[in-house]
């Protein structure tokens, strides 16, 4: 059995298509309109904005004598009217690591503008247990011995069926998905595992602030903290409005701007 901590890997982003978006400007008859965004995230979500009054400058629609400058102002003030659709059109990519079945459990709650790969124990076959022990556990020596003895008995479990059954030996793929499957059940929800998520901004502001709310559960407040540590100068135009304030050793992750 091995104790482990939660990992968080920030594997992809949006890239905008340069020539494609020329094309566009062109199009719409503004081929000198740029923009001073941190990143493409933020470049495109200010051109789906500005998109939607034609306030790429003014006189493009005559309704529009003036328009807001700036990539920072102009999506501080997308957040704060609430045009939250607007911050859909962006997304991250995330693999998270080495995290339990509870965390993922909680995880895949959120729906809205999420998309979800998780290791598969129908087909990886449970060896070595690994998993986070949380701090009320580690900070108490009764129970920090129960919990590492049931996760080694548990293990043990796993080998022992895997024994019984010969599935080293056996050859069809499909038989060792279904003993595979079988064992799992009595497999510890707290066990370490991989989950990739991916999300767009809007999506990513609500799971930050909900998941590390105080009364968040540990382990996914400890992933969302490292998450918001892996995004928040990246996208500093996107979530510039959040602070994180640090509640029982982790951050709670807030803004005045709830739920775009
Ligand atoms: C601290 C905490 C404790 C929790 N405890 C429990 C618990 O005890 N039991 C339990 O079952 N769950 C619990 N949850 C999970 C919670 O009920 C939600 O399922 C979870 O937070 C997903 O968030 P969401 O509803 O905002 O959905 P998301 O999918 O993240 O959607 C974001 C937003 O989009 C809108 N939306 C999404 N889907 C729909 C829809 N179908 N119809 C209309 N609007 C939609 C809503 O405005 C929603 O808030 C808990 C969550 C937290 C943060």
Redesign the pocket.
Known sequence: MKMVTPRVFLVGETRVVDEGLQAFLEHVGVPDWTTDAPSDAERLSEVYGRLCYRSFGPGLNPNVTRVREGNGSYLGNVIQVGHGSVLEHAVVNFIFADVSRVFTH?LV??????AVSQESLRFVRLDRLSAYVPTHIQENEESMQVFLRTLEQLEEVQQTLARAFGIEEEKAFSVKKKLTSAFRRVAPIGLATTIGWSCNFR?LR??VE??T?P???EE?RLVFGMVYEQVRDRYPHLLGDYEAVEVDGLPHVRTVNR?V
């Open positions: 909680e709650r959120h729906r809205a503008g999420t999506a609500h799971v909900a998941r709310a009364d968040a559960e996914i739920k």
